[in-house]
């Protein structure tokens, strides 16, 4: 079975301030599947819809507007929920996702399939390491320094077993434009 990011929001300030809102994600002008705990960034409400965003890929550290993916899990088979399987979910094409905005001293937990690592020894994210906005797609690069154009990140303050062999990396959001 695949596995898919899984995100826990620890500490974010937009579950109590209503700073959350509906998209679809499309790349190009396809509707497609994305996993919980990527980056999207708005691009305009769908066609026909009032407060569905159409969302697409970051493109670049500098860009703005930027919301992180953390759907409700819907899981409806009853073995699989057995363990926990959080990382079985994911958000089909042309489905509603639920995107929440981040601000400076938010905390959030994502899985190892929602970062791309920097390449080294052990390829797994590290603490003290920074996550920003991938340049080709919705999952967060981790690097070890930020350069000043730089926009939206975060740091990685701590990593802890989730179930199993899943691990969840603590994001302290540093950034946010």
């Known amino acids: 079975m695949a596995k898919y990011g ?3 929001t620890d500490r974010v300030m ?15 002008t396809t509707a497609t ?3 919980n705990g990527n980056l999207v960034k708005l691009d305009s409400l769908v066609d026909g819809e009032r407060e569905v965003w159409k969302v697409v890929a970051p493109g670049a550290v500098t860009a703005s507007d ?26 089909e094409a042309g489905a509603n996702i639920t995107l929440l905005k981040l601000e400076v001293g938010d905390a959030i937990s994502i899985s190892d399939e929602c970062i791309t690592p ?7 994210p590290a603490v003290g390491s920074y996550v920003t906005p991938s340049d080709t797609g919705t999952k967060w690069t981790e690097v070890a320094s930020i350069d000043k154009n730089e926009v939206f990140y975060g740091k990685i303050i701590a990593r802890e077993l ?3 062999d899943t691990y969840l990396n603590v994001i302290e959001m540093v950034k946010v434009h």
Request: net charge negative; proline share 2%; no cysteine.
């Open 118 to 124: 920097i390449d080294d020894t052990d390829d797994i």
């Open 162 to 164: 989730y179930k199993k």
């Open 33 to 35: 599947q994305i996993e």
């Open 6 to 8: 899984v995100i826990r």
């Open 66 to 91: 930027l919301y992180v993916v953390a759907s409700p899990e819907l899981i409806y088979s009853e073995e699989s929920t057995a363990g926990g399987a959080l990382d079985q979910f994911v958000n």
């Open 14 to 28: 937009a579950t109590k301030t209503g700073a959350i809102k509906s998209g679809r994600y499309y790349v190009g």
